[in-house]
């Protein structure tokens, strides 16, 4: 509980502790709206619902060319890697997304499932590829 966790912290002076439930509760928030969130946390002191998701540029995608600064841009999220057979973190805006590449996002709930609305995620691709996942857009 998050009792215990900040006696731990200031009782050992460990710079770290976090209760389970504390750690949780973002994640449930997240998955009770439908929104594809690998993960979910609550940040600074108004407990902003930061979000995690890792998709895939897939061929009918219109995320297929785009810029990182573009997908940014245009879809509201920031990119923090790209998989293109190599992880690159932070990619530069410059870097395009080419099909069969991953990519994480950071962003609101919205933000994530404008992308989901284009492009698949990752924990999606059997469903991609067994025809059961449709694109909304």
Not at 3 to 11: D, E, H, P, Q, V
Not at 46 to 62: G, K, N, Q, Y
Not at 106 to 112: N, Q
């Amino acid at each position: 509980d998050d009792t215990l966790a900040k006696n731990m912290k200031t009782g050992f002076d460990i710079q770290y502790a976090y209760s389970t439930s504390a750690l949780a509760a973002p994640a449930f928030a997240a998955a009770a709206t439908s929104v594809p969130v690998d993960y979910a946390f609550a940040f600074g002191d108004r407990h902003m619902l930061l979000t995690i998701t890792e998709f895939a540029v897939v061929a009918d995608s219109p995320i297929a060319g785009l810029s990182v600064r573009q997908l940014e841009d245009e879809y509201g999220v920031e990119v923090l890697a790209v998989d293109d057979g190599e992880v690159t973190l932070n990619p530069n805006d410059d870097y395009v997304l080419q099909v069969g590449s991953n990519f994480v996002v950071s962003g609101s709930l919205e933000a994530i499932a404008k992308v989901n609305d284009v492009t698949p995620p990752v924990r999606e691709m059997s469903r991609y590829l067994a025809g059961r996942w449709k694109k909304k857009v």
